[in-house]
């Protein structure tokens, strides 16, 4: 059967490279280690996220949509990722920000959504967790009323339509690993909203990529959670897009371990392997998600369970800007 494609406005450059880490290799005294480049998808639009809005702003502009409405932290990538889009194309974005940002000049994301021009509407964590969807919808009414059509994309793009980001980067880093001569393999990648996973997964199970073994790293939820929205996002693309596959949850595997203290709350073996990877590489890895998941990924061959058997692939899905939001952190680190 014909997979049905949905319609999409190409904004991210692609494909991305597929790099081998040598130097990194050396350093770690021996392992194959390979790095699928998405903090290169663009430069104000760099990250994983650009991959699910060129779905989710092409229906927004095909359904008659002028306003794109999204959620997240100060430090989102995806909400940065969403007001560059929609400068590019051609919408309003409007961003819903928990917590407030803090005092003083806008620094990291932040500052950028404020550069490509969304409004921003900021909320206490408190206020936002307990009365989100009245706030969405309250936000969703005000633009009515002032004669817009807007769209909601939650947190991360993390819809079924934003699944065909990596349901399709799977089909290229299938094509790019099978040229580079890479069979079975471990490929590695940060979770928090799912739909990089969720697609990933999908991709997989589409294309018959059983030499995969995919798994992510938790960086903000714990592993019920994640299960709970994977199904959901998984199933709900099968079914709206009449996907060739079914959903199998023993597809599912997690590094769990290595949210420490808490969403984007960094902790020092983070930012000791962002220095890593600066020094051996010139790579820049985030606080927030690959910093923390590619400690997974570094335990993983230090134990010899990862890139040594065979090669291990880490998805670097960006993040490079909030790295300008913690300068001290990075020169000085958490115990300073
Ligand atoms: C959003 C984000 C992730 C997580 O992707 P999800 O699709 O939300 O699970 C990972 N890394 C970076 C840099 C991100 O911005």
Same mark, same amino acid.
């Given at each position: 059967m014909p997979v049905k494609h949905p319609k999409r406005i190409v904004l991210a450059e692609c494909p991305t490279p597929l790099v081998r880490l040598e130097r990194l290799e050396r350093e770690l005294g021996g392992a194959e280690i390979w790095l699928k480049r998405d903090d290169l998808t663009g430069l104000e639009v760099s990250g994983n996220k650009v991959r699910k809005l060129e779905y989710v702003a092409a229906d927004a502009l095909a359904t008659g949509c002028d306003t794109l409405?999204?959620?997240g932290t100060p430090q989102s990538n995806h909400c940065r990722a969403a007001a560059a889009v929609c400068a590019k194309v051609g919408l309003r974005c409007h961003l819903l920000l928990r917590p407030e940002p803090p005092d003083g000049l806008p620094r990291g994301n932040h500052l950028l959504d404020v550069l490509f021009g969304a409004e921003v509407s900021a909320y206490s964590r408190e206020q936002y967790d307990a009365e989100r969807d009245r706030i969405v919808a309250d936000v969703l009414v005000r633009?009515? !009323?002032a004669g817009h059509k807007p769209r909601f994309t939650p947190a991360g793009a993390s819809e079924p339509l934003g699944c065909w980001g990596y349901i399709r980067a799977a089909a290229e880093l299938a094509d790019q690993l099978h040229q580079a001569d890479v069979g079975e393999c471990d490929i590695i990648l940060p979770i928090s909203s799912g739909g990089t996973y969720a697609g990933?997964?999908?991709g997989q199970?589409?294309?018959q990529l059983e030499?995969?073994?995919l798994w992510a790293v938790?960086?903000?939820d714990d592993v019920v959670h994640h299960t709970h929205v994977i199904e959901k996002l998984a199933r709900g693309a099968?079914?709206?897009f009449e996907l060739p596959t079914e959903f199998d949850e023993a597809g599912l595997q997690f590094i769990d371990g290595y949210i420490g203290d808490g969403y984007a709350i960094p902790y020092q073996a983070a930012i000791d392997v962002i220095r890593l990877l600066a020094r051996t590489e010139a790579i820049l890895l985030d606080p927030v998600y690959t910093g923390k998941a590619f400690c997974a990924l570094l335990d993983g061959v230090r134990e010899g369970w990862l890139g040594t058997r065979r090669p291990a692939v880490f998805i670097h899905t960006g993040g490079i800007f909030s790295n300008f !939001?913690?300068?001290e952190l990075l020169v000085k680190g958490i115990e300073a």
């Open positions: 409405v999204t959620e633009l009515e !009323a990933m997964l999908l199970w589409i294309h030499h995969w073994n938790p960086v903000s099968i079914t709206e !939001a913690w300068p």
